[in-house]
T-cell receptor
Framework: TQLLEQSPQFLSIQEGENLTVYCNSS?????LQWYRQEPGEGPVLLVT?????EVKKLKRLTFQFGDARKDSSLHITAAQPGDTGLYLC???????????FGGGTRVLVKP | KAGVTQTPRYLIKTRGQQVTLSCSPI?????VSWYQQTPGQGLQFLFE???????NKGNFPGRFSGRQFSNSRSEMNVSTLELGDSALYLC???????????FGPGTRLTVT
């Protein structure tokens, strides 16, 4: 059982559409990070959210951290083919870097 | 600023052999963490080293071990390889271990 559940597992959309990826847990995290990973490469950090209720925007990407710090969402506006990849959320519960990853959401944006 | 580097990028080993993977963190980063990524289990935490000491450990058998050197470079070793050890092994570095982690490109290990 994943401590962090991501949904959906797979998302295929047309260029220009919007999409939202969810990351849910029954546990509280001190921080939550979102990564994007492309085939054969390591995950690339997109954002870190720390405060409950926090909203961060990175160009067309909007990240939210739930008030109780148990869940998060990633929203992409007007998706582009370059947004294609595996999106991973990861939570940090305690001192030291022991990230717990969600199962990932594979996003395909078709031109 | 150079990113996290991992060597080798690809490795093919036979069951029963052992393997050593290397990770050089970003300059100034003292924490190095290792992860195993497989299609079935996703990304799983192996262990974290900080100032040459193992600070956190995941739920992997004792065949998986690691160490960190005084220059923060880290190695992980897997002994008596099994087919199920085939995976992408990723290392990540951060400054103090309580902050953002940056991943290397990974080492793809195939056990035959």
């Amino acid at each position: 059982t994943q401590l962090l559940e991501q949904s959906p597992q797979f998302l295929s959309i047309q260029e220009g559409e919007n999409l939202t990826v969810y990351c849910n847990s029954s546990s509280v995290f001190s921080s939550l990070q979102w990564y994007r990973q492309e085939p054969g490469e390591g995950p690339v950090l997109l954002v870190t959210v720390v405060t409950g209720g926090e909203v961060k925007k990175l160009k067309r990407l909007t990240f939210q951290f739930g008030d109780a710090r148990k869940d998060s969402s990633l929203h992409i506006t007007a998706a582009q083919p370059g947004d294609t990849g595996l999106y991973l959320c990861a939570g940090n519960k305690a001192a030291g870097n022991k990230l717990t990853f969600g199962g990932g959401t594979r996003v395909l944006v078709k031109p | 600023k150079a990113g996290v580097t991992q060597t080798p990028r690809y490795l093919i080993k036979t069951r029963g052999q052992q393997v050593t993977l290397s990770c050089s963190p970003i300059s100034g980063h003292r924490s190095v963490s290792w992860y195993q990524q497989t299609p079935g289990q996703g990304l799983q935490f192996l262990f974290e080293y900080f100032s040459e000491t193992q600070r956190n450990k995941g739920n992997f058998p004792g065949r998986f071990s690691g160490r960190q050197f005084s220059n923060s470079r880290s190695e992980m070793n897997v002994s008596t390889l099994e087919l199920g050890d085939s995976a992408l092994y990723l290392c990540a570095s951060s400054r103090q271990g309580f902050d953002e982690q940056y991943f290397g490109p990974g080492t793809r290990l195939t056990v035959t």
